[in-house]
């Protein structure tokens, strides 16, 4: 539908991206705060950060950091914005900050010590043919060490396919047997472990979150991790809705009650070895 700016606020969301507006869905015993609360994140939705001196710190512009909950070691777990391959060339605004995005996530690896890299977003044949002929770095070097390992998943997978093992994209990872492989390479590679896709937010923020409930977080570290990535400013907001339906459409709604338990039955539903399972957790736990 059109927006029609008569339409209370609150009502509809940025789409900038994909046509100006989208209608939102809403319960008829939504409340005066809930509202309110779609109103403020619309507004933040609409930032665009173009220079660096806008940012706090170089972590925020690269949407780098430590994941810390949990049972999860210091220095053990990282996420961040793809080193490598950018998303937003064609941006009038965004593609020279972009650059500088990818050029502190490459560097913040390397000072982090990370061995072990699992990349959501590309094919191993993907990721081969780009950095054959992409110039010397430390990521290029883990890669060469065959220590970047590619787990593709795609978005509409992660977040609205999570009840099955079923792929968007045909080749690509379905939610279940994607996470078998991320808990089977955390399980035979060695941490610091550093996990991306191409912003950072969404496939990452998936599977980083199940991450952290193998690891006992609570909903609120685990929210907190999420929703960092909206400080980005790209004009783009994600909800913790989003987070919540994917994780309890795989784990079921009790899924933050004892995450730990849970995934750990999940994994072992999917057919994961409960020593595989073991050693994962204990390279995570130090």
Known sequence: MPYNENHPAGYCFNNQFNGSYNYLLLPENITTDDLETIINDCEQSFRIKTMACEFKSDWVLANFREVNSGNLAKKTLFRSYHPVIPSRVGHPKLREIEAQRQQIAMRLLETNNIRTVINLSETAQELDEYLQAAEPSYYKTLWLGKSVISVPVAYETVYFMSDRDESFNPDELGFQTGIQAVIQQIADHQPPYHVHCRLGSDRTGVVIAFLQLFMGADKAKIADSYLKTNQMAIGEYRSIRLL???????????????????????????????????????????
Do not use: M, P, W
């Not at 009790?254 to 730990?260: A, I, L, T, Y």
């Not at 994961?272 to 130090?286: D, P, R, T």
């Open 244 to 286: 919540e339906h994917a994780l309890e459409q795989a784990l079921g709604h009790e899924c933050f009650d004892d995450g730990h338990s849970i995934t750990r039955d999940y994994l072992l539903s999917l057919g994961l070895a409960s020593n595989v399972i073991e050693l994962a957790y204990k390279n995570l736990a130090g």
